[in-house]
């Protein structure tokens, strides 16, 4: 016998009533299937993972399942929900009051490891769009989880002034294959071959299209144009990742450039003049941080002032597929914490 549609229906139609979905419709969560994600765990479901300092809300092993079938998850993604979560948890601004910023910031979620083939996360062609259940179901669990368990929904607790496109859905699995450089995940301390998850908050992504040169000083500052952009700056220093196509990455490899060197490059020129910062109201910095307009008599405009204080600030990674010279810049929300969370071994 086929299911009932009217039955589903009046099932998603009782969680709209309540406010518990994210605009979309949901999976409602039955008790058998909540306890089916819970077996992939050896956790127990009363098990606090993540607590919101801001207003001092929990959410624990079971609340995060929940979240997860609501989002249309199968129950073997649950592990990587688990540990996605968990390396949001090690963001400063996601334990904060980062998810109730005005710029409404993203959980970019990456993938690394044999669980990207075993559950079939997306790595190439259209990363960063939709069309594979892994990647949207896993972010989208991460959202269900920030509003239902914390209580952040949008005019309520979340303070967005314009928000961001996709706000539940960035998660990719990086182009192992493809890339010339160790996974994000080798780079954040796990060993080689690991299944694990990175995440961070992001602010917005601005793609770079540059299939126009093979110089890779001139790829390089193509980039640093994007990174350097004056209407991103709000504080002294900025925080901004580098997703690289395959094909920039295996140029700038093949002419030498390992991760720490491409790294190093945007630290030293990543920056703009002190007469760019003025013409943008930029150039003076309060002691908070936060930059304003300067005082007249300031610095030479010629001097260049640089955004990127530490490697830290600057992760790269590679996904997407190699059929043109298109990466993405992704204006991260703080620091990352530089640390990656192994999928089945979340604590």
Known sequence: MSPDPDVAQEAIEYCYERDWTD?????????PRVDAFLATTGRAPGEVIGRSEQFDRECTV???????VMAGCLPEYFPVVLAAWEALMRDRAARGGGWQSTS??????VVNGPVRAELGFNCGGGVFGPGFRPNATVARAIGLIVRNAFGIRPGVLEQATQGLPGRWSICLGENEE?????????????????????????????????RHTQDPEQILHDFADTISRTGSLIFRDTSVGVVFSPEHAQLLA??????????????????????????????????????????????????FERFLPSTRHVPVLVAGSRNAAMSMVVRVFGVWSGEAVPVGGAR
């Not at 079971?62 to 997860?68: D, G, H, N, T």
């Not at 109201?281 to 005082?295: F, M, Q, S, Y």
């Open 23 to 31: 605009g979309l419709p949901v999976v409602p969560a039955s008790r």
């Open 104 to 109: 409404g910031p993203a959980p970019l979620l």
């Open 62 to 68: 079971e609340q995060a399942a929940i979240s997860a």
């Open 254 to 303: 093949k002419a030498g450039y390992d991760r720490a060197d491409v790294q190093a490059w945007f630290l030293e020129h990543c920056g703009r003049t002190r007469a760019d910062l003025r013409r943008a109201g930029k150039d003076g910095v309060g002691e908070n941080g936060v930059r304003h307009a300067g005082e007249p008599g300031g610095p030479g405009d010629e001097e």
């Open 178 to 210: 493809e890339s010339p450089w160790a996974p994000l995940a080798t780079e954040a301390g796990q060993p080689p071959d690991t299944s694990a998850v990175s995440a961070m908050l992001l602010r917005t992504c601005e793609f770079v299209d540059n």
